[in-house]
């Protein structure tokens, strides 16, 4: 198999090791503290539980959209569009008969 020398592709894999790495961390310390299935549904049937798991996944994707949307403004005017290339004709166009 091809060794990746990209930086990006490394990038993402110290990223996916990281968040594996916290994924478990979490799972043991949550074992390690004795959070069952059950308190974990009577946490979830209490309102400002359900408001937040609705609203901070919301709240994150509406400042990911701003920094987008600031990101394009700052980086300043939209490059020049490329000419539309005229169409190629076809050997199945109309009007044209084979012999």
Avoid: C, Y
């Avoid at 594996?20 to 799972?27: Q, R, W």
């Avoid at 549904?41 to 996944?57: R, S």
């Avoid at 020049?80 to 166009?93: E, I, K, L, M, Y």
């Amino acid at each position: 198999m091809h060794t990746s020398s990209s930086p990006r592709r490394r990038k993402f894999g110290l990223v996916a090791v990281l968040g594996t790495l916290a994924i478990g961390l979490g799972s043991a310390a949550a074992l390690i503290a004795g959070v069952s299935p059950a308190q974990a549904a009577n946490f979830a049937n209490q309102p400002d539980t359900q408001v937040a798991v609705f609203m901070v996944p919301l709240t994150l994707l509406v400042l990911v959209l701003l920094f987008e949307v600031a990101r394009f403004v700052w980086r300043g005017t939209l490059p020049a569009q490329a000419p539309a290339r005229p169409a190629r004709p076809t050997n199945w166009s109309r009007g044209k008969m084979r012999d």
